[in-house]
């Protein structure tokens, strides 16, 4: 059988909300190319094609058995996060998409399940949010791993790291577009900048202790978790030589690597091999990034036993 744990959609209650709303968000909708469908943009930020299976559902499953997948965990996109808008809106929109997704896959319990989004510019509505929508059925939430110099081991969001640990759920870590000047150009900014992110936010994770405090958090890396385990030697180092980097944690960062999970989006069949090697088949699962541009489809063939151990007590 064939999952995927990293895939997109937008209910239609969504689109109703963004048409509605579109002049509080800067919503766009541009035909670029006559061959595909019209790109949408949010607040100016991260256009993207809105292709058709991101807001059929209908189709959405069709695609999904025809390229053999049994069951998709489903989440938000990035792009509507919303953090940087004033938060009554984001906390609105959160909940008419978590609203929608678990509508969903409430409606199709065999084949899906979904993660929210919370509005994390809202701390205190965050941890009110994901445990609402933990009590009606969602497995867990999709977070950006920063946002305008944010990230998830901020003091004020303790609240909804004691309600991901109560209720088991699954964290999925999904960066925003990186916003380096730097990477401009031959849109580096999402071929690199997106794993940098994913590292910066996941070392952090470790280092801060987070890890160790709420050990029943099922904290999920995109992109096979960018580069962090790949430099995992490096920390490693620096843990045992600087007590500014061991201070806050028992456990070393070789073996805190294998506390969270990754999924397989790598596009490279080495690396994802050194992957499973390195933190074990039961911390990588398959997934896709469907339907943006940027997917691996269908996922990685990586056996189910990290599908089985990230979806246990969820």
């Known amino acids: 059988m ?9 209910p239609p209650q969504v689109m109703r909300w963004l048409q509605d709303n579109h002049h509080k968000v800067n919503a766009q909708w541009k035909k670029k190319d006559p061959l595909k ?29 025809k390229a053999g997948i049994s069951f998709s965990l489903v989440s938000a996109i990035p792009q509507l996060f919303l953090y940087e808008c004033e938060p009554e809106l984001t906390k609105e929109l959160a909940s008419v998409y978590n609203d929608g997704l678990i509508d969903w896959s ?77 990477l401009r150009k031959t849109m580096m900014a999402n071929l690199i900048g997106v794993p940098w992110e994913t590292t910066i936010c996941a ?50 960062p070789r073996q805190a690597l294998c506390k969270f999970w990754y999924d397989s989006v790598l596009w490279n069949a080495d690396s994802l091999q050194y992957l499973v090697e390195l933190v074990g088949r039961d911390r990588v699962v398959p997934g896709t990034d469907y339907p943006f541009d940027l997917c691996e489809w269908p996922p990685a063939h990586v056996g189910s036993d990290g599908f089985r151990s990230l979806m246990n007590n969820n």
């Open 106 to 182: 409430g409606q199709n319990p065999e084949r899906l399940s979904a993660l929210a989004t919370l509005p994390l510019n809202d701390p205190s509505a965050a941890a009110l949010e994901l445990e609402r929508v933990m009590k009606c059925g969602a497995k867990g939430a999709i977070v950006a791993s920063s946002w305008a110099g944010r990230g998830l081991t901020e003091s004020d969001l303790t609240p909804m790291w004691e309600v991901a640990n109560a209720y088991s759920a699954i964290i999925f870590v999904h960066p925003l577009l990186c916003e380096d000047q730097r």
């Open 203 to 252: 070392t952090d994770l470790l280092l801060s202790g987070i890890m160790e405090r709420y050990p029943k958090v099922k904290v999920l890396l995109a992109h096979g978790g960018g580069f962090f385990p790949y430099q995992i030697g490096r920390i490693q180092t620096g843990y045992e030589k600087w007590t500014a980097v061991s201070s806050n944690i028992t456990e070393s």
């Open 37 to 65: 469908a019209e790109f949408l943009s949010v607040n100016g930020k991260w256009e993207f094609e809105l292709k058709e299976v991101f807001t059929n559902q209908e189709l959405y499953l069709q695609e999904q058995a």
């Open 2 to 10: 064939l999952y995927d744990v990293h895939t997109h959609a937008i």
